[in-house]
C-alpha cells in the first residue's frame, strides 16, 4: 500500500504546479464518504459519483484526487472507473437520457424511441448533443434493463423514470430538457440535472430541490406497482391470516 | 390444522399489502401497519432461534437461485472472531425483474427491518445494502428511511435496550450487471472491478473484507419480519413443500395488465394470465421467461407449470427471479435472443474466457443471423459456442447467457433455419431477414 502511496506521489511531482481541481469542501465530503466504511477503500465507487458531479464526467483529474484520498495509484483507480458504465469518460450534458434497449422494452417501441431521439439529436450512444454542462445539453446514451419491465417502454433522465413512453412522448420531453425545462418524472423526485443526481449517488442530499426531506416523497405507486394488491383488495383476497401468538422455535438442540 | 390445509387465495398480498397505503414508505405509517413490532420479538429471541425460525419457514433466497436462507444463515460462524456482515444485494438488474425497486420504493422500511432482525441473528453490526446506482430514487428512499430509523432508536447503539447494536449503510454501485453476482459484489462494496471470486471460500467464511458476510436479496430480507410475526407455519400455508410463502411476480410485455402480483409460489402463468387481463389485444403467446432472460424460455405448452423452484426446475428452466416477461407471436424469437445475447455481451466481466470470448462470439453469430446472412451452420457454431461456455465459466453470467440461445434453438430452430433459407447454395434470393420485432 505504501509503495503504490509513493508512486502516486512520484508520479504528482512531475506535474505539480496543476491548480487543485477540487477545493477544501470536495476533500472534505470525500473524507465523509471515508467514514462510512470500515475500510476506506469502499469509498471508492460513491467518490468517483462525487467527482462526477462535480466536473460532469470522471476526469484524469477526478481519478488523481480519488486516488490520493485514498492511497491508492491512479492505475487502480482507473482500472474501477472503467469498469463501471455509469461513470462517464466525456463530459456530459446537463442531463442524461438512458432509454432502455433491452428485448422487452425493445420489442414494445424502446428501439424505435432510441433511434428517434438519435436523429433528431444528432448523437450516438454516449454522445452529447449542444456545449457540456449547458442548459439544455443532453447525453444520450442506450440502457440495459432499467428494472422496471412493467412500465416498458422506459427511459431515464437522471436516473428518474420516465415510464410507458412511446416515440413521440420521448421526442416530446427531449425537446423540453433542451429548453431547459424539468418536466416531472412518472416516478420518483423532481427533475434536478445529472450533476446533483450524481451528487446523491455519492451520498449527499445537501442541494436546494435535492434535500432529502424534499426529495424523498414524489409519486412512486405507479398502477402497475400496485396492480395485484389493488386486484386482491376488489377481490377479497388476502393472505392466510397471521395466529395471534406465533412461536419462535427453541434452541435447536446440539448434535 | 385441518384449517392450514385449504388453498390460500389466487393473489396473497405480504409484502406488497402495505404499498397501498399512502405515504407508505414514511416511518410513521410503517408503526401504524405493525411495523418494527417482529423486530422487538426477534430482540427478545436467541440469534439461532431466529436461524432455526427461518429455516424452518423454508424461506428460499428470492434473488434467483433460491439457496434456503435459514441454511445459508446457518453457515455463519456462531462466535464471532472477525466482525460479520450483512450485505443486501439490492443490485435489480436482470432483464425482466422489475421487484426489488418497487419494494425499496414503497416500503423501505420493511427492508431495513428486516435488515436489523437478519444481522442479530447473524451477528453481525453492519449491514451494507448495496443498490443499483441506476435506481436513485430508491436510494433517496433508503436513505431517508434509514434516518428515520436512528432516530427511533431501530437503528444505531443498544437498539430498543437490547443491548445489539447495528448500522446500516446504504451504498449506490455504478452500472454493472456482474455486481448482482454475490462475490463481484462484495469486490465492487471493496472498491474494486465488479469481478467474481473463486469458491470457495465461500463469503460465509471469507466475504466482505475477509470476514464472514452473508448476501441476501431484498425481497428475501423484507420477506423476514412476516415470517417472524407469523411463524412459520402461517408461511407455509402459502406456496408448495419446498417452495414456500408468498412471492412478488413481475409481469411484462404483452399482457392486458402488466404489473406485480403477489400470490403463492407454485402459481402458474395461466392462472397469473387470467389475473392481469391475458394477452394484449388477444395475439396469443409465444415465448415467455419464468425468471428474468438467464432463464430458458418456455412456451405456450409451460402455462401450467407450476412456478415455484422445482416446477420450473422440472420443465427445464429455472424460477430465478419470477421475472415473467411474456412476448406474443409479432416478435421473432431470434432476434430476441441476439438482443439478450448483446446484453451478455456488454456485461460479461471478462474475467474468464469462456464468458468474455464466448459472448462475443455469440453476439457476432446471432447479429450475422438476424441480419439475413446466416447459414444453417451457423445454429449449430451457436450451440457449439454455447457447450463452451455454460458450466465452464467463472460464475453464472456464462450460463445464463446460453439460456436464451439454447432454449430458443430448442423451441423455435424454424425460425432461426427460416434465417438461412434464402443462403443455400443455388437459393433463390428471398425475402429479406427479419430484423427487429413489430409492435
Not at chain 1, 436523429?119 to 422496471?148: F, I
Not at chain 2, 395475439?283 to 432472460?293: D, V
Amino acid at each position: 500500500m505504501t509503495e503504490q502511496f509513493d508512486f502516486t506521489s512520484t508520479e504528482r511531482a512531475v506535474s505539480p504546479q496543476r491548480e487543485p481541481v477540487f477545493g477544501e469542501d470536495v476533500r472534505a465530503d470525500a473524507k465523509r464518504i471515508v467514514e462510512r466504511y470500515p475500510e476506506a477503500r469502499s469509498a471508492l465507487l460513491p467518490m468517483l459519483h462525487l467527482v462526477q458531479s462535480e466536473q460532469g464526467h470522471v476526469s484524469s483529474e477526478g481519478i488523481d484526487f480519488c486516488a490520493e484520498q485514498l492511497a491508492l495509484s491512479a492505475a487502480e483507480v482507473s482500472a474501477v472507473a472503467t469498469f463501471y458504465t455509469m461513470y462517464k469518460r466525456k463530459p456530459c450534458g446537463q442531463h442524461i437520457v438512458s432509454v432502455c434497449t433491452n428485448t422487452l422494452c425493445a420489442a414494445l417501441g424502446g428501439d424505435e424511441i432510441y433511434k428517434g431521439l438519435s436523429e433528431h439529436l444528432g448523437v450516438g450512444h454516449d454522445e452529447t448533443a449542444g456545449t457540456p454542462g449547458e442548459e439544455g445539453s443532453l447525453t444520450l446514451e442506450h440502457a440495459e434493463c432499467l428494472a422496471a419491465c412493467d412500465h416498458a417502454p422506459v427511459l431515464q433522465v437522471d436516473y428518474e423514470y420516465y415510464d410507458k413512453q412511446s416515440p413521440e412522448s420521448a421526442l416530446e420531453l427531449v425537446k423540453s430538457l433542451q429548453r431547459g425545462e424539468k418536466p416531472a418524472p412518472t416516478r420518483g423526485a423532481g427533475l434536478t440535472d445529472f450533476r446533483t443526481a450524481e451528487r446523491q449517488l455519492a451520498g449527499f442530499f445537501d442541494r436546494p430541490g435535492a434535500r432529502l426531506s424534499e426529495s424523498v416523497d414524489g409519486p412512486s405507486a405507479a398502477p402497475e406497482t400496485l396492480r395485484g394488491a389493488h386486484q386482491a383488495q376488489h377481490s377479497g383476497w388476502t393472505a392466510p391470516a397471521m395466529p395471534d401468538e406465533a412461536p419462535i422455535p427453541p434452541l435447536p438442540e446440539k448434535e | 390444522m385441518t384449517d392450514a390445509d385449504s388453498r390460500p387465495d389466487p393473489l396473497t398480498p405480504v409484502l406488497t399489502k402495505r404499498w397501498l397505503s399512502p405515504n407508505s414508505w414514511h416511518i410513521d405509517t410503517y408503526e401504524q401497519l405493525e411495523g418494527y413490532t417482529a423486530l422487538r420479538k426477534a430482540l427478545a429471541a436467541q440469534p439461532d432461534q431466529l436461524v432455526e425460525l427461518v429455516k424452518t419457514a423454508g424461506l428460499r433466497g428470492r434473488g434467483g437461485a433460491g439457496f434456503p436462507a435459514g441454511v445459508k444463515w446457518s453457515f455463519m460462524p456462531k462466535e464471532p472472531a472477525k466482525p460479520h456482515y450483512l450485505v443486501i444485494n439490492a443490485d435489480e438488474g436482470e432483464p425482466g425483474t422489475c421487484k426489488d425497486i418497487p419494494l425499496m420504493m414503497a416500503d423501505p422500511h420493511s427492508l431495513i427491518e428486516g435488515c436489523v432482525i437478519a444481522s442479530y441473528a447473524m451477528r453481525a453490526n453492519k449491514c451494507m445494502i448495496y443498490v443499483r446506482g441506476e435506481a436513485l430514487h430508491c436510494i433517496r428512499r433508503l436513505n431517508a428511511a434509514v434516518e428515520e430509523a436512528y432516530a427511533r432508536g431501530y437503528l444505531g447503539r443498544d437498539i430498543l435496550g437490547s443491548g445489539f447494536d447495528c448500522d446500516i449503510v446504504v451504498h449506490a454501485g455504478a452500472g454493472a450487471y456482474i455486481c448482482g453476482e454475490e462475490t463481484a459484489l462484495l469486490d465492487s462494496l471493496e472498491g474494486k472491478r465488479g469481478q467474481p471470486r473463486l469458491k470457495p471460500p465461500f463469503p460465509a467464511q471469507a466475504g466482505l473484507y475477509a470476514c464472514p458476510t452473508t448476501v441476501n436479496n431484498v425481497e428475501t430480507i423484507a420477506t423476514v419480519p412476516f415470517i417472524v410475526n407469523g411463524g412459520s407455519d402461517w408461511f407455509r400455508r402459502m406456496g408448495r413443500e419446498k417452495s414456500p410463502g408468498p412471492k412478488i411476480f413481475s409481469l411484462s410485455g404483452h399482457v392486458e395488465r402488466p404489473g406485480q402480483y403477489e400470490a403463492p409460489l407454485g402459481t402458474t402463468l395461466r392462472e397469473l394470465l387470467e389475473l392481469a387481463g391475458g394477452m394484449k389485444d388477444g395475439i396469443p403467446l409465444k415465448f415467455w421467461t419464468p425468471g428474468g432472460s438467464s432463464t430458458p424460455l418456455f412456451t405456450a405448452e409451460h402455462l401450467d407449470v407450476p412456478l415455484d423452484f422445482e416446477g420450473a426446475a422440472e420443465a427445464g428452466s429455472m424460477l430465478g427471479t419470477t421475472a415473467l416477461m411474456i412476448f406474443n407471436e409479432t416478435v421473432s424469437v431470434p432476434w430476441a435472443v441476439m438482443k439478450w445475447t448483446q446484453f451478455y455481451e456488454h456485461e460479461s466481466c471478462g474475467k474468464c474466457t469462456p464468458c468474455r470470448e464466448g459472448t462475443f462470439w455469440l453476439a457476432q453469430v446471432l447479429e450475422r443471423m438476424v441480419d439475413g446472412r446466416g447459414t444453417e451452420q451457423d445454429i449449430d457454431t451457436l450451440l457449439d459456442v454455447c457447450d463452451n461456455v455454460f458450466g465452464r465459466s467463472f460464475c453464472a453470467l456464462g450460463d445464463g447467457a446460453v439460456s436464451p440461445i439454447t432454449s430458443g434453438i430448442k423451441y423455435f430452430r424454424e425460425e432461426f433455419l427460416a434465417l438461412c433459407q434464402q443462403n443455400r447454395p443455388g437459393a433463390e434470393p428471398g425475402e429479406p431477414a427479419l430484423a427487429g420485432a413489430a409492435r
